[in-house]
């Protein structure tokens, strides 16, 4: 029994002073100005690919209308809280990118003040630090930090309240879940995950008390449940606005298309891939399972205590049911919906580091520097460009050409397909200054192209541009057999290089540009074919 009660005390952290507002502003403040001057040369970009296709639309929406239905885009259902706080900063400062990414941003210091709070609850000052340090410098919570997109504001409140589940201040629980529902939909999944713990816990305690909440808590199954009210009653009024819950095609994409039993043991490798292997996390979540190995550091004759066991299980099975859910649905496995539980991971990972390593600092500043290196270098695997700085020389590349294409002939019909479709069609994503009149197709395929030689006469110049970034020496870019489960599963296609689509409908290629692996063209169509 002295034994058990030994190991116990070994693995709780003396709790921390709770942060007053004042300090929590301050922070909030460095955070804020830290990320600021971070992003200052992507302050002023174009909205780039969801945040031009749906997110910025419905925000536009918003502040012109009052309306969070919106009308230049079929809804996808998604709450409107962030597209919200976007139409209420342009009401104050005026509609610009600028003032778009600085509303992100402060999103993004928010989130990570919650990421201080519960690290600093969790484990202690030192490892806090450490954390909110690397996540800030992740590639993917790095780009988003100043993207209009809702992922990162539902995992900000995730952290948020993690942090009050930690600390047991229920009724900020239930605030804290609510708002990351309201943020995005799938902010639920926390809340289920607890919940399902919490109901759970009795059943773990006849086997263990450590792994169980302890039974003083306040927290109960309610707190977890009030907030569901909140979600049920944004679907009840969007349904009874549009009719519908969810758009058809964004349900058949998201959902019905992807509970395939084949797929989603796949998609699980690639979301746990995304959670320890991803953009450097391979360093961090390597040198932790080693560390492992070694016996816990000493100091003053005390063992360098560890996150109280209870806590590690709740972090466990709120980061277990996000890979298990995530690799259910979602059309397109994107890691920025990896982004609540990835910090979860840092934590569980640093933690260990401190306890174990005497260096730990060194091996942490390490992984600062692969993490970083992995903002400027793209890996040799396919990605989506947004998980790194990738999607500056993505927008680059697509403003240029735009502006060539304005020169060289505004009153064109331009051919081309999603999102630059939506960036000449829209001045107001920032790529024209008046819209070209577009002819869409889905992609630059063969069967795409295709179509579009039966539409020439509808166009005189074709943007093409690189729809999916291809290594040029793709891990498993030589097994025939991945190469059709992602064509099958995930949307897979090569596009055709813009000299073939030239040859393929009779144009000639009079702007080309590339940059870190994409490329972007315009294609002039010869008037005598």
Same mark, same amino acid.
């Given at each position: 029994?002295?034994?058990?009660?030994?190991?116990?005390?070994?693995?709780?952290?003396?709790?921390?002073?709770?942060?007053?507002?004042?300090?929590?502003?301050?922070?909030?403040?460095?955070?804020?100005?830290?990320?600021?001057?971070?992003?200052?040369?992507?302050?002023?970009?174009?909205?780039?690919?969801?945040?031009?296709?749906?997110?910025?639309?419905?925000?536009?929406?918003?502040?012109?209308?009052?309306?969070?239905?919106?009308?230049?885009?079929?809804?996808?259902?998604?709450?409107?809280?962030?597209?919200?706080?976007?139409?209420?900063?342009?009401? $104050?400062?005026?509609?610009?990118?600028?003032?778009?990414?600085?509303?992100?941003?402060?999103?993004?210091?928010?989130?990570?003040?919650?990421?201080?709070?519960?690290?600093?609850?969790?484990?202690?000052?030192? @490892?806090?630090?450490?954390?909110?340090?690397?996540?800030?410098i992740y590639p993917v919570f790095f780009t988003?930090?100043?993207?209009?997109?809702?992922?990162?504001?539902?995992?900000?409140?995730?952290?948020?309240?993690?942090?009050?589940?930690?600390?047991?201040?229920?009724?900020?629980?239930?605030?804290?879940?609510?708002?990351?529902?309201?943020?995005?939909?799938?902010?639920?999944?926390?809340?289920?995950?607890?919940?399902?713990?919490?109901?759970?816990?009795?059943?773990?305690?006849?086997?263990?008390?450590?792994?169980?909440?302890?039974?003083?808590?306040?927290?109960?199954?309610?707190?977890?449940?009030?907030? $569901? @009210?909140?979600?049920?009653?944004?679907?009840?009024?969007?349904?009874a606005r549009t009719g519908f819950l969810f758009?058809?095609?964004?349900?058949?994409?998201?959902?019905?298309?992807?509970?395939?039993?084949?797929?989603?043991?796949?998609?699980?490798?690639?979301?746990?891939?995304? @959670?320890?292997?991803?953009?450097?996390?391979?360093?961090?979540?390597?040198?932790?399972?080693?560390?492992?190995?070694?016996?816990?550091?000493?100091?003053?004759?005390?063992?360098?205590?560890? $996150?109280?066991?209870?806590?590690?299980?709740?972090? @466990?099975?709120?980061?277990?049911?996000?890979?298990?859910?995530?690799?259910?649905?979602?059309?397109?496995?994107?890691?920025?919906?990896?982004?609540?539980?990835?910090?979860?991971?840092?934590?569980?990972?640093?933690?260990?580091?401190?306890?174990?390593?005497?260096?730990?600092?060194?091996?942490?500043?390490?992984?600062?520097?692969?993490?970083?290196?992995?903002?400027?270098?793209?890996?040799?695997?396919?990605?989506?460009?947004?998980?790194?700085?990738?999607?500056?020389?993505?927008?680059?590349?697509?403003?240029?050409?735009?502006?060539?294409?304005?020169?060289?002939?505004?009153?064109?019909?331009?051919?081309?397909?999603?999102?630059?479709?939506?960036?000449?069609?829209?001045?107001?994503?920032?790529?024209?200054?008046?819209?070209?009149?577009?002819?869409?197709?889905?992609?630059?395929?063969?069967?795409?192209?295709? $179509?579009?030689?039966?539409?020439?006469?509808?166009?005189?110049?074709?943007?093409?541009?690189?729809?999916?970034?291809?290594?040029?020496?793709?891990?498993?870019?030589?097994?025939?057999?991945?190469?059709?489960?992602?064509?099958?599963?995930?949307?897979?296609?090569?596009?055709?290089?813009?000299?073939?689509?030239?040859?393929?409908?009779?144009?000639?290629?009079?702007?080309?540009?590339?940059?870190?692996?994409?490329?972007?063209?315009?294609?002039?169509?010869?008037?005598?074919?």
């Amino acid at each position: 029994m002295a034994e058990q009660q030994a190991a116990q005390s070994e693995s709780k952290i003396a709790p921390q002073a709770v942060l007053g507002w004042p300090q929590q502003f301050l922070l909030f403040a460095l955070l804020f100005a830290g990320l600021m001057l971070l992003h200052a040369p992507l302050l002023r970009l174009p909205y780039f690919w969801d945040e031009a296709g749906y997110y910025i639309p419905v925000a536009r929406d918003l502040y012109l209308t009052g309306s969070p239905i919106p009308h230049s885009t079929l809804s996808n259902a998604h709450p409107p809280l962030v597209m919200a706080w976007l139409a209420l900063l342009w009401r $104050i400062f005026g509609y610009s990118t600028l003032a778009t990414r600085t509303a992100m941003i402060a999103v993004a210091a928010f989130s990570l003040l919650g990421l201080y709070r519960l690290a600093r609850a969790a484990a202690n000052v030192s @490892v806090a630090g450490a954390v909110v340090g690397l996540t800030a410098i992740y590639p993917v919570f790095f780009t988003q930090s100043s993207l209009a997109l809702v992922d990162l504001p539902a995992a900000g409140f995730t952290l948020w309240a993690l942090s009050a589940y930690i600390e047991d201040r229920p009724w900020k629980l239930t605030l804290w879940l609510a708002l990351a529902a309201l943020a995005k939909e799938t902010g639920i999944i926390a809340l289920l995950a607890l919940l399902g713990w919490q109901i759970a816990s009795p059943l773990v305690r006849r086997w263990t008390d450590q792994l169980a909440p302890p039974r003083e808590r306040r927290t109960r199954a309610v707190h977890l449940l009030l907030p $569901i @009210v909140a979600l049920a009653a944004w679907f009840a009024y969007h349904r009874a606005r549009t009719g519908f819950l969810f758009n058809p095609d964004f349900f058949r994409y998201n959902v019905a298309a992807t509970l395939n039993p084949l797929r989603i043991p796949i998609a699980f490798g690639l979301r746990l891939w995304q @959670v320890v292997g991803y953009f450097g996390l391979y360093v961090l979540s390597g040198a932790a399972a080693l560390a492992m190995l070694r016996a816990p550091q000493v100091e003053d004759g005390r063992t360098r205590p560890g $996150i109280a066991v209870w806590q590690q299980s709740a972090l @466990v099975v709120v980061l277990l049911a996000y890979l298990v859910f995530m690799s259910a649905v979602g059309g397109a496995v994107l890691a920025r919906y990896l982004l609540p539980v990835v910090p979860l991971m840092i934590l569980l990972c640093v933690a260990t580091l401190w306890r174990r390593l005497r260096y730990w600092s060194l091996i942490t500043a390490v992984v600062g520097v692969a993490f970083v290196a992995g903002l400027f270098t793209n890996p040799p695997y396919s990605f989506s460009v947004e998980d790194n700085l990738a999607y500056r020389d993505f927008i680059v590349l697509h403003a240029d050409a735009s502006r060539f294409l304005a020169m060289r002939d505004p009153d064109a019909g331009v051919l081309s397909a999603w999102p630059a479709s939506d960036e000449l069609s829209r001045p107001w994503l920032g790529y024209v200054a008046r819209p070209f009149r577009v002819v869409r197709i889905e992609d630059f395929t063969t069967q795409q192209i295709e $179509i579009a030689a039966l539409a020439r006469r509808e166009f005189s110049d074709l943007l093409v541009f690189s729809t999916k970034y291809q290594p040029s020496n793709e891990l498993l870019g030589n097994w025939p057999a991945w190469q059709k489960l992602k064509e099958q599963f995930f949307g897979y296609h090569r596009d055709l290089p813009p000299e073939e689509i030239a040859r393929r409908l009779g144009g000639e290629v009079v702007f080309h540009e590339e940059r870190t692996g994409l490329w972007v063209a315009v294609i002039a169509m010869n008037k005598e074919k």
